[in-house]
């Protein structure tokens, strides 16, 4: 009697315990807001095939990185093309996680696919057997909006005036980043607040087009009325929002200048090049003293051409210390 009790406690433990890390990791790992969408015209891969391993091969990648990159991650292995697109206010921790479940989430709600988006809360990833770099793509398109409406006007021309201010800051950014993020003042003590960001390998032109879109397409289809939105795209996304969300701290510094790397590159020769600047300075100094002294005893024994020849020495001095 005593050991079927034991057996049954032991088995309500070990039941519970397993119950409550199932619960646990659903909590951590579940995302509320992913959206997916299975390309399928493009084809499916089959199991084992080499497809399948270069594309297991490229999430391994992608979810092992150590450097955050701004947030955007290109690969290609054999036919598999995949991007990925963080927030760029989030932090690589957070980046890597959401890769994770992503990759995750996609494998199991479009299995096979060879084509395949999938949108999370902090990033986007997608994967195709065809070029996605440097290319434009709209569509196709997503959204999730918050439920508390409005038929303010001015709330949707402050919104639009914000949205055209971060797109053209986005879109002017460099190769590694194209993010805006900010806010403005509604009425009495509100704030609206806003991110906008598409992949960095876009031109200036294909990112504000994308943004441009996305904002009038997505909103007057999807959000229009809504106090919070999220439009997604390939491409690029925004969101608004009349609370903060951006994360505080976290944003990626802005990326350097060419030009700015040009002179830290030049900076180590120069360093190279100053003992050698003191070496050649000092030799001149001595060589100018020898000279004067010699010139001043050879003043003393003949004053003929006095002037000339002062002349005559300090360009030379002069010329060795350009040189």
Known sequence: MATEISRTMLFHF???GLTFTFLVT???SFDPYFLHYCANNMGNYTANSAYERDLNTIFKQITSITKSNYGFYSKKVGEVNAMALCRADVKLD???????????????D???NKEAIGWSADCTLRYSNT???EKLEINPQTCLYNTGSTADEYFRLRLGELLSDLRNKAASGSALLKYAAGNSSLRASERLYA???STPDLSEGDCNHCLDKTATNGILRCCLKQRGCRVLSPSCNLRF?????????????PPPSPLGARQKEEEPNKSKRTPVLVASLSVIFGIAVVSISGFLIWKRRNNEDTEYREIQLLDLVEGRIDM
């Open 14 to 16: 070990l039941f519970s």
């Open 94 to 108: 957070v980046c890597t996680g959401c890769l994770n479940e992503t990759i995750s989430r996609v494998k199991l």
């Open 26 to 28: 659903l909590t951590i």
């Open 241 to 253: 929002e009349t609370y903060p969300f951006v994360e505080a701290g976290a944003e990626f510094p």
């Open 195 to 197: 991110l906008v960001q």
């Open 131 to 133: 070029n996605l770099s």
């Open 110 to 112: 479009c299995p096979n």
